[in-house]
């Protein structure tokens, strides 16, 4: 990715996501590009973000290496997806906004967060990759400003743990991606499989 044009004020946050039942293990360690997935993505925002974390909960924490920072699920939040990792970064920096990217797009290349980025205006309270052929936002390619925090919480309280449901509501800035390879979400095995094989085609 060309340049280091890192944000002031913007953390990145790379979502493990746990033990899928679908996929049968961890998709943050699943090796796409010769390292896991989670750290995969960790360095891409590298030279987007003033700082990066991993999002685990307390199993996860244990097998990340060190030299890549964590957030741990705070007790508060966890079991609740998505939405407990965004709560708990904000907790810890709540300064900060976040830009968060799930372990599920093995496509997703540094040019398509720099596009993304550069799409909008970060005062606003939200922006996130748009699926348009499903009509929906990718909540874990998305940007959260810090403003989003208590409106989050609040949801949180009232037991609806739905990041899509916030970024409809609020009208979120939608980014409609030029290589929509990039929203293709792997959550099987198979899909995996046929990922890996399109990757390693591509590379050669």
Request: with cysteine; hydrophobic share 40%; aromatic share 12%.
């Given at each position: 990715?060309?340049?280091?044009?890192?944000?002031?004020?913007?953390?990145?946050?790379?979502?493990?996501?746990?033990?899928?039942m679908r996929m049968g293990t961890d998709k943050g360690f699943l090796l796409y590009h010769d390292?896991?997935?989670?750290?995969?993505?960790?360095?891409?925002?590298?030279?987007?973000?003033?700082?990066?974390?991993?999002?685990?909960?307390?199993?996860?924490?244990?097998?990340?290496?060190?030299?890549?920072?964590?957030?741990?699920?705070?007790?508060?939040?966890?079991?609740?997806?998505?939405?407990?990792?965004?709560?708990?970064?904000?907790?810890?920096?709540?300064?900060?906004?976040?830009?968060?990217?799930?372990?599920?797009?093995?496509?997703?290349?540094?040019?398509?967060?720099?596009?993304?980025?550069?799409?909008?205006?970060?005062?606003?309270?939200?922006?996130?990759?748009?699926?348009?052929?499903?009509?929906?936002?990718?909540?874990?390619?998305?940007?959260?400003?810090?403003?989003?925090?208590?409106?989050?919480?609040?949801?949180?309280?009232?037991?609806?743990?739905?990041?899509?449901?916030?970024?409809?509501?609020?009208?979120?800035?939608?980014?409609?991606?030029?290589?929509?390879?990039?929203?293709?979400?792997?959550?099987?095995?198979?899909?995996?499989?046929?990922?890996?094989?399109?990757?390693?085609?591509?590379?050669?």
């Amino acid at each position: 990715m060309p340049g280091q044009i890192q944000i002031n004020g913007l953390f990145g946050l790379v979502v493990c996501g746990g033990k899928s039942m679908r996929m049968g293990t961890d998709k943050g360690f699943l090796l796409y590009h010769d390292k896991p997935q989670c750290y995969h993505l960790y360095e891409m925002l590298l030279p987007l973000c003033e700082r990066v974390f991993v999002s685990c909960n307390n199993s996860q924490e244990k097998k990340i290496e060190p030299g890549y920072s964590t957030i741990v699920d705070l007790p508060d939040f966890k079991d609740t997806g998505p939405m407990a990792g965004l709560l708990s970064a904000f907790d810890h920096f709540p300064e900060k906004s976040f830009l968060m990217i799930g372990c599920d797009y093995p496509f997703l290349a540094g040019i398509d967060l720099l596009h993304f980025i550069n799409s909008f205006d970060r005062s606003e309270k939200a922006a996130a990759f748009y699926n348009a052929s499903a009509e929906l936002y990718e909540p874990l390619l998305a940007f959260y400003n810090r403003q989003t925090a208590e409106e989050i919480l609040a949801m949180h309280a009232n037991k609806d743990y739905s990041l899509q449901h916030y970024l409809q509501k609020n009208h979120a800035f939608k980014f409609y991606p030029r290589n929509l390879k990039c929203i293709e979400s792997v959550d099987t095995e198979p899909e995996f499989e046929n990922a890996l094989k399109i990757i390693r085609q591509t590379m050669h």
